[in-house]
């Protein structure tokens, strides 16, 4: 039976998606890690690990103060 990928890995390749596909573009802010987590109901600590994996993916970019924001496509 194949092991279902760690919860904050689902929550990153749930808004990878949403990235590719314009839903979240370019320089548009994401939802807060808060806010990440109310959406799909996992721990501060798992929403906060999925933006750290969208950071490794170069798919976002923090603003100290800001928030995070969406990166522009390479």
């Known amino acids: 039976m194949p092991t279902r990928p760690p919860h904050y890995r689902r929550v990153a390749d749930d808004i990878e998606a949403k990235i590719r596909s314009g839903e979240y573009g370019p320089g548009q802010q994401l939802p807060s890690v ?3 987590g109310e ?3 996992v721990a501060r600590s798992t929403a906060y690990r999925a933006v ?3 950071h490794e ?3 976002i970019y923090g603003q100290q103060g800001q928030g995070v924001f969406v990166a522009e496509p390479d």
């Open 34 to 36: 808060s806010e990440i």
């Open 57 to 59: 993916r170069n798919l």
């Open 39 to 41: 959406i799909y109901q």
């Open 52 to 54: 750290k994996e969208l």
